[in-house]
């Protein structure tokens, strides 16, 4: 069964992932803060990200832009005129919704031709009795709903200490014009030829009519966005570079989410209708994940064509164009953009990872992370913390493999409730330090230099001489099998 978002939350909340936001005075509306776990996740996302995508491949680069740009920047994107959802408020409770998602509610109504009688009526359909469709507000139901209006979705903020119109600016509501205003200086600084693309990960502010569903939407969030210049002149494989390149865009996409561990049957794609697509777009794709609230965008991958860089030129006076050695001409590139939330990304990989299991009539939850991904990679637990030497040891094997990985100490409760911790929060790996890894001399037992590994999915353990720990994890952190510790090494008992 999948998992439900209140799971998600309890548990995020509960094993220091995700809080609510200033929740000693009762919280700010959809605004979350990452925990001790969380940020953890959170940076291995950004920094595989960042390494695929930008490190390791020869035709991409990065960039860090400021957050609040020049005014004028939203104004030649569109976004001041376009960036718009159609809003409708309750004249009674005053809340407000989405015009186009209202329909999508069950209502509730209090039916004149009834006597007043209260009924809920399903999402989209009229009253059975008076035949009145939704015109009253789905959360009180008294009060009637506005006209829809259009409502700008970027934060309005004022630059130096006076507020006035002069300086009136936004926060961005997407990463991606910072590289589009920085075309040229990447391009020329860096001596690029197209195809090539500009990557950048960091925060977006939408001031969203209806934010919810935990991390899904909110108002501060944070984006991964690549846009990649093509020149629309050339060909590849027989197709215009674009849609060649727009192909490959949603394909590599899709494989990085399956590579680190979200299943193939929770991702789908699909195409936006003519009537949906953004102001800029020749084709969108969106990659969907199967969240607890259902089919939902993960990512967007969109031909931008060459709206941006021809609007800011416009608007700047500067040409925004690359010069096409070959024809001897210069082009405005167009722009494929691969476009996905960080924090979206981590709600699948979180629900995707989630499991419950009966282990010996008990139930175990499990956090399957990719190893890349888990917070702790290996967490080191002394079975005895009465025991001075097991301690030290414990501690001395912490030391030297956090030099390499994210790894913790812990010896608050007994062995198995620490390994269900760990296992309740994705660490692939625990180590234990017992009395046969430290002797007995009370009991003329002499130490054997071995720790106990245990691996989270299969529950396996093996035993491992402490001087071998360093390579045993290098090899398993970097993809290798259990299989092959199982086989090498002795089984221990588990
Ligand atoms: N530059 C293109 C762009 O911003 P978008 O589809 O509006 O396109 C891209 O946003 C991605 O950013 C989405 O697929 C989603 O993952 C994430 N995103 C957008 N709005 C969000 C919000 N309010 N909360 C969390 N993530 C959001």
Redesign the pocket.
């Known amino acids: 069964m999948p998992v439900t978002m209140d799971t998600l939350v309890s548990l995020s909340k509960r094993r220091g992932f995700i809080f609510q936001s200033s929740e000693i005075y009762g919280g700010i509306g959809s605004c979350w803060d990452y925990g001790p776990l969380g940020v953890e996740l959170k940076q291995n996302i950004k920094r595989i990200w960042w390494r695929d995508y930008i490190q390791r491949r020869p035709d991409m680069v990065g960039l860090d832009a400021s957050i609040i740009m020049h005014p004028t920047v939203w104004k030649a994107s569109g976004h001041v005129d376009n960036f718009t959802d159609p809003m409708v408020d309750c004249l009674e409770c005053r809340h407000r919704f989405r015009a186009d998602k209202v329909d999508e509610m069950p209502w509730v109504h209090y039916c004149a031709a009834t006597k007043g009688n209260k009924f809920t009526i399903p999402a989209g359909e009229a009253c059975s009795h008076c035949g009145e469709r939704r015109t009253q507000c789905p959360d009180c139901g008294k009060g009637r709903l506005t006209a829809p209006r259009q409502f700008n979705l970027m934060f309005k903020t004022f630059m130096g200490p006076v507020e006035e119109d002069a300086a009136l600016t936004y926060l961005r509501p997407?990463t991606?014009q910072g590289i589009f205003v920085n075309f040229d200086n990447v391009a020329q600084s860096m001596r690029r030829k197209l195809p090539f693309g500009i990557g950048q990960i960091g925060k977006a502010f939408?001031n969203?009519i209806t934010?919810g569903n935990f991390i899904?939407?909110?108002?501060e969030?944070e984006?991964m966005?690549i846009e990649y210049f093509v020149n629309p002149r050339d060909t590849v494989e027989g197709k215009p570079a674009d849609e060649y390149w727009h192909e490959r865009w949603i394909a590599d996409s899709l494989a990085w989410f399956q590579r680190y561990g979200l299943r193939a049957e929770n991702l789908r794609l699909r195409e936006h209708e003519k009537d949906e697509l953004a102001h800029y777009a020749k084709r969108t794709a969106d990659i969907e994940y199967y969240f607890p609230i259902g089919w939902s965008?993960?990512?967007?991958i969109?031909n931008r064509t060459d709206f941006d860089l021809k609007q800011h030129a416009k608007f700047s006076g500067k040409a925004l164009t690359y010069f096409d050695e070959e024809r001897k001409e210069h082009v405005v590139p167009y722009v494929i953009?691969p476009?996905?939330?960080v924090?979206?990304a981590l709600l699948a990989f979180l629900a995707d990872a989630y499991q419950e299991e009966e282990v010996r009539g008990e139930k175990r939850v499990v956090l399957r992370f990719h190893p890349e991904l888990a917070p702790v990679k290996v967490a080191v637990l002394p079975l005895l913390k009465k025991r001075e030497d097991i301690v030290r040891t414990a501690h001395t094997v912490r030391d030297t493999l956090a030099r390499h990985w994210a790894v913790v100490y812990d010896d608050t409760a007994a062995i198995g409730r620490l390994y269900r911790r760990q296992d309740e929060v994705g660490t692939p790996y625990c180590v234990t330090v017992d009395v046969q890894t430290v002797g007995d001399s009370d009991k003329g037992e002499s130490a054997d230099g071995k720790v106990t590994i245990r691996d989270r999915d299969s529950m396996e353990q093996a035993r491992v001489p402490i001087d071998a720990l360093s390579t045993v994890f290098l090899d398993l952190l970097n993809g290798g099998a259990w299989s092959a510790v199982a086989s090498k090494y002795p089984a221990a008992k588990a």
């Open positions: 997407e991606a939408r969203e934010p899904f939407r909110t108002r969030f984006q966005e965008e993960l990512m967007g969109a953009e476009s996905a939330g924090d979206r």
